[in-house]
């Protein structure tokens, strides 16, 4: 299976999902549920992301994100793999929870915000879990409504200035929009190349990055990673490098370099689930 592509710029809009790995569940009770919402939380909150809609399923989740910075797979990976931390931990666990590979859609926000939105609060409804999708409590939904308080990593305004300036006449139209959108078309019918949905303009202005990307997706890994530094210099262990210079430098190394976690393990002595946590922990975080 060929690796997703992941376009990544300043102001980016995705529809994301992850899966269970094998297809399994990935949330076994309300309380994993939220924990992944917490998590989620850490993330806008460090990262500065904007979550526009989201859903929690039983086996999958679906995410409406805006990115002001370029970070979309540094933030994915630490959602996932603090989420997976912390499930193994709870139900005495090991091993992977979600898929490796994370989908990301890149979105022309102007164009399919509205639609995106509807789409992942009807999907309890498409499921046959809730009967409407007020009926289902682990989505944006009510939050957008207005029936209960929005967290604050939620971004419901966005979605709301659609409607109108007054907030309680836009939560009316929001929800008339939301229940007629169980008789429309599927937005991924105008998918393209499997991470674009645009208007061709859109997809015309993306290209050349596409182009980019998949040429150095295409080249073999012994020569994208020919000229990268080693180990000993991005780490040298022998020069006393104080804690959070030996973390920053393990990140360094996993993230821009592409050292696996067992290589960087055995080289700085650390155990490779040691290495792991370091290497997820957002930058400004301290110590757990």
């Known amino acids: 299976m060929s690796r997703p592509l992941r376009i990544e710029y300043p102001g980016a809009f995705?529809?994301?999902t992850?899966?269970?790995?094998?297809w399994e569940r990935i949330f076994l009770d309300d309380a994993d549920r939220e924990i992944l919402l917490d998590v989620l939380a850490s993330v806008v909150e460090r990262l500065v992301w904007r979550i526009h809609a989201y859903c929690l399923m039983g086996n999958h989740y679906h995410l409406l994100a805006e990115t002001p910075q370029p970070n979309l797979s540094r933030g994915m990976r630490w959602l996932n793999g603090v989420y997976t931390q912390r499930f193994n931990r709870r139900h005495e666990r090991v091993g992977h929870v979600l898929q490796g590979r994370f989908r990301a859609i890149l979105v022309e926000r102007d164009s399919y915000l509205l639609e995106l939105a509807r789409y992942i609060v009807?999907?309890?409804v498409r499921a046959g879990l809730a009967s409407a999708p007020g009926g289902w409590r682990w989505s944006s939904y009510q939050a957008t409504t207005g029936e209960k308080p929005a967290p604050r990593w939620?971004?419901?305004?966005?979605?709301?200035?659609?409607?109108?300036?007054?907030a309680s006449a836009a939560q009316g139209h929001y929800r008339q929009f939301v229940a007629a959108g169980l008789d429309r078309d599927?937005?991924?019918?105008?998918?393209?190349?499997?991470?674009?949905?645009?208007t061709e303009s859109f997809v015309r202005?993306?290209?050349?990055?596409?182009?980019?990307?998949?040429?150095?997706?295409?080249?073999?890994?012994?020569?994208?990673?020919?000229?990268?530094?080693?180990?000993?210099?991005l780490l040298p262990v022998a020069n006393g490098l104080s804690r959070a210079q030996r973390d920053a430098a393990i990140r360094d190394a996993h993230v821009r370099h592409l050292y696996t976690f067992a290589e960087i393990a055995r080289h700085v002595g650390l155990h490779?689930?040691?290495?792991s946590r370091i290497a997820n922990r957002p930058v400004h975080q301290g110590k757990t």
Do not use: C
């Open 14 to 16: 995705y529809h994301l």
């Open 18 to 22: 992850s899966r269970g790995n094998a």
């Open 122 to 124: 009807l999907n309890p």
């Open 154 to 166: 939620l971004s419901v305004n966005a979605i709301l200035e659609q409607f109108g300036n007054d």
């Open 186 to 198: 599927s937005p991924w019918r105008n998918l393209r190349g499997q991470v674009l949905l645009g």
């Open 205 to 233: 202005a993306l290209a050349p990055r596409l182009a980019t990307l998949r040429d150095r997706m295409e080249a073999p890994r012994s020569q994208r990673l020919a000229h990268r530094p080693t180990l000993e210099r």
């Open 272 to 275: 490779y689930g040691t290495v």
